[in-house]
T-cell receptor
Framework: KAGVTQTPRYLIKTRGQQVTLSCSPI?????VSWYQQTPGQGLQFLFE???????NKGNFPGRFSGRQFSNSRSEMNVSTLELGDSALYLC???????????FGQGTRLTVV | GQQVMQIPQYQHVQEGEDFTTYCNSS?????IQWYKQRPGGHPVFLIQ?????EVKKQKRLTFQFGEAKKNSSLHITATQTTDVGTYFC????????????FGTGTRLQVTL
């Protein structure tokens, strides 16, 4: 079956702009989590959605938001982009805890 | 908040040598998972441990979960160049099942 699909794969934005990233989970998976990966900070948890409800949120400013649709697809939005938001954003889907997470290829965001 | 540290941050071994990475959580975990991320790739699930003191093997890889469920280790016997990558542990704090916190990662380099 198809894996987790993230779009776009690469993105270049200017400081102050906003961006929306998309994640399509594996069919049947209702849990979607988002992570920010940077060389210095590793994999940082952003938030987790299950059946359209945000169940947990990491320590990120309110500029980072997300949502999940009824078909389990998820989007995350970052407003007022800062240089420090440059990172690989990874989405992972699962049947729900405590099952394994399947990651997408990620979206590489560069803020200039 | 919960912190999950891994040591070492980086290890360079010659093919055939053994390798171990250690994972320590600041809080008790309900379970722990291990992932491998190849250079330029995304994290891929390796295994999950649930019980205190649990040991699991996958060919040359041996995973352990500590008695107190706050630490874990991954040992690779006779490394091969295909083992190159970053190994992450990831744990769910007791009572926060929806949040999977990743460790800081150990990057393994294997040379002939």
């Amino acid at each position: 079956k198809a894996g987790v699909t993230q779009t776009p794969r690469y993105l270049i934005k200017t400081r102050g702009q906003q961006v929306t990233l998309s994640c399509s989970p594996i069919s049947g998976h209702r849990s979607v989590s988002w992570y920010q990966q940077t060389p210095g900070q590793g994999l940082q948890f952003l938030f987790e959605y299950f059946s359209e409800t945000q169940r947990n949120k990491g320590n990120f400013p309110g500029r980072f938001s997300g949502r999940q649709f009824s078909n389990s697809r998820s989007e995350m939005n970052v407003s007022t982009l800062e240089l420090g938001d440059s990172a690989l954003y990874l989405c992972a889907s699962s049947m729900g805890p405590p099952t394994e997470a399947f990651f997408g290829q990620g979206t590489r965001l560069t803020v200039v | 908040g919960q912190q999950v540290m891994q040591i070492p941050q980086y290890q360079h071994v010659q093919e055939g040598e053994d390798f171990t990475t250690y994972c320590n959580s600041s809080t008790t975990l309900s379970n722990i998972q291990w992932y491998k991320q190849r250079p330029g790739g995304h994290p891929v699930f390796l295994i999950q441990l649930v019980k205190s003191g649990e040991v699991k093997k996958q060919k040359r890889l041996t995973f352990q979960f500590g008695e107190a469920k706050k630490n874990s280790s991954l040992h690779i016997t006779a490394t091969q160049t295909t083992d190159v990558g970053t190994y992450f542990c990831a744990g769910r704090e007791v009572g926060t099942a929806s949040k999977l916190t990743f460790g800081t990662g150990t990057r393994l380099q294997v040379t002939l």
